[in-house]
């Protein structure tokens, strides 16, 4: 299994709601991100998980809650967003010890997020 | 500080014809990994190659291929005999090597029109 699953592919909040994305692997990767990408932009890292602790909050508003309940799973919770959080959210994992033939970084296809 | 420079934002080239991505990286590492990544208008980040830094050999791969040298800081692209499925926004992207999670740090993406 070489993939990174995320779920739904596509959401459509209020602005009051509370939803979640969800994120799995089973490659045994132990570091897994959020990134956001909005239209016509490269994607842009906002958290990083190590061996399921926060290793890396680029300064994300707490209206984004990340989890990491176990080292397959990642989720984002999202509360109270804005409409300017409209954006394709993608998950990616990779292997934590590096060796130069072996770099585990994948992608998974994104939850392309609407709020309304 | 790392940083990866794509300085052409959009290109159109008539089916057939070759074309070459551009993609220029700073980094302070010794160690570290570029990729190219593929994202067409359905949204999902395809990969397309990885290169670490110890190995400067150029890859083929069907019609595409990349030319990496460390000389220049570059990593370019070249599709040759275009294809109308080429049509996409194309990533360059660095990481950086050693036993730690990193983050993969995007150009801003050339966006590929190939006409019919």
């Known amino acids: 299994d070489t993939e990174v699953t995320q779920t739904p592919k596509h959401l459509v909040m209020g602005m009051t709601n509370k939803k979640s994305l969800k994120c799995e692997q089973h490659m045994g990767h132990r570091a897994m991100y959020w990134y956001k990408q909005k239209a016509k932009k490269p994607p842009e890292l906002m958290f990083v998980?190590?061996?399921?602790?926060?290793?890396i909050n680029e300064s994300v508003p707490s209206r984004f809650s990340p989890e990491c309940p176990n080292s397959s799973l990642l989720n984002l919770h999202l509360h109270a967003l804005q409409p300017e959080d409209s954006a394709l959210y993608l998950c990616?994992?990779?292997?934590?010890?590096?060796?130069?033939?072996?770099?585990?970084?994948?992608f998974g296809s994104g939850t392309r997020l609407t709020v309304v | 500080a790392q940083k990866v420079t794509q300085a052409q934002t959009e290109i159109s080239v008539v089916e057939k014809e070759d074309v070459t991505l551009d993609c220029v990286y700073e980094?302070?590492?010794?160690?570290?990994?570029l990729f190219w990544y593929k994202q067409p208008p359905s949204g999902e980040l395809v990969f397309l190659i990885r290169?670490?830094?110890?190995?400067?050999q150029n890859e083929i791969s069907g019609r595409y291929s990349w030319n990496f040298q460390k000389s220049t800081s570059s990593f370019n692209f070249t599709i040759t005999a275009s294809q109308v499925v080429d049509s996409a926004v194309y990533f360059c992207a660095l990481s950086g090597g050693g036993n730690r999670d990193d983050k993969i740090i995007f150009g801003k993406g050339t966006r590929l029109h190939i006409l019919p």
């Open positions: 998980y190590s061996y399921e602790k926060l290793s």
């Open positions: 290169r670490n830094s110890f190995d400067e």
């Open positions: 980094t302070r590492d010794t160690t570290y990994y």
């Open positions: 990616a994992s990779s292997q934590v010890i590096r060796s130069p033939g072996g770099y585990g970084y994948t």
